[in-house]
């Protein structure tokens, strides 16, 4: 439910890197499938 909200804010489909992205990298990765935390990985690895 509050990862949906996350969801909508830090993981967009267009995939840009916003600050709410940027910020909530972590939550993200947390709260979503491993697909999607996958992608996030290859960001977070810096």
Do not use: K, Y
Request: some cysteine; overall charge negative.
């Amino acid at each position: 439910m509050f990862g949906q909200a996350l969801n909508a804010i830090c993981c967009s489909p267009e995939g840009e890197l916003t600050l709410a992205q940027f910020l909530g990298n972590s939550l993200c990765t947390s709260w979503n499938p491993p697909g999607i935390d996958a992608v996030f990985d290859q960001s977070n690895v810096l």
